[in-house]
């Protein structure tokens, strides 16, 4: 996301996250009163919908700074949910991380003189993406998500959900946890060599980013492991993935006691 920012060599600045990767409304209004912000960009991280959408954009609106949604985790939550994408002046789109599809893009401009969507792509069609049944796609992964948040009770507090609930009209990527009291480098080793299909997000953070300034997210992006909820899990084998999870947890417990 910060490439294009580096290779234009545009000036800025980010703004606070808290543990649960939700936005310091304080310190962003105190960043907007500095001045000189001409575009906020808000990341619905992982499908969620930031606790404090409306009220960052009323902020932005508020200090006459634009706002980009970046949605490369939000499609369905947008398209499908109408959760998100509808109070800033342009959203963008990742498609190769919500469909397979090698790549492209989406920009969905809001609310003015040429609004719509632009898709761009080196795929030979793009517009592809849109053949897909998006409804019954998001229908898969929030029951897939429902699921992992059911099997993930009894392990509670060594694994803990990110996202505590989804709201009605969420749609999730991945389901994230934070893994607490064990290397969450070695459970991605560990899961992976079973065969599980986790990944983990934002586990090296850009330079500009530093742990001094930035402790709350260093401490998610050293902690964090996303669980697939994507449409080709099978509900049937969630529980078995959350155990074989568990038991990663326990072993490397075990080796440290």
């Known amino acids: 996301m910060f490439d294009p920012v580096a290779e234009l060599k545009l000036n800025s600045t980010f703004y606070p996250l808290d543990e649960h990767l939700h936005i310091d409304l304080k310190l962003l209004e105190d960043i907007f009163k500095a001045g000189a912000i001409k575009l906020f960009v808000i990341i619905h991280y992982f499908g969620y919908v930031d606790p404090g959408y409306e009220e960052a ?13 970046d949605e490369a985790h939000s499609l369905y939550t947008d398209i499908v949910g109408g959760m998100s994408g509808r109070l800033g002046d342009a959203a963008i789109f990742s498609l190769h991380k919500m469909l397979p599809i090698a790549k492209g893009g989406v920009l969905c401009v809001n609310g003015q003189v040429g609004s719509g969507m632009v898709v761009t792509s080196e795929y030979p069609d793009c517009s592809v993406a849109f053949d897909y049944d998006f409804y019954s796609i998001a229908k898969k992964r929030r029951a897939n998500a429902v699921a992992l948040g059911e099997a993930m009770k009894k392990y509670s507090p060594e694994i803990l959900p990110l996202r505590q609930s989804m709201k009605s009209g969420e749609i999730p990527q991945t389901y994230p946890v934070i893994i607490r009291n064990v290397s969450r480098d070695k459970i991605y080793e560990m899961m992976n060599a079973s065969g599980y299909g986790v990944v983990s997000l934002y586990h090296t953070m850009i330079p500009e980013i530093t742990q001094n300034d930035f402790p709350r997210s260093f401490g998610v992006s050293n902690r964090i492991l996303n669980l ?3 449409q080709d899990v099978e509900i049937e084998e969630i529980p078995a993935m959350v155990d074989a999870l568990a038991n990663c947890v326990a072993s490397l417990k075990d080796k440290t006691a």
């Open 57 to 69: 954009v009323s902020l932005a609106r508020k200090y006459k700074v634009h706002v980009l949604e």
């Open 228 to 230: 697939p909820v994507h």
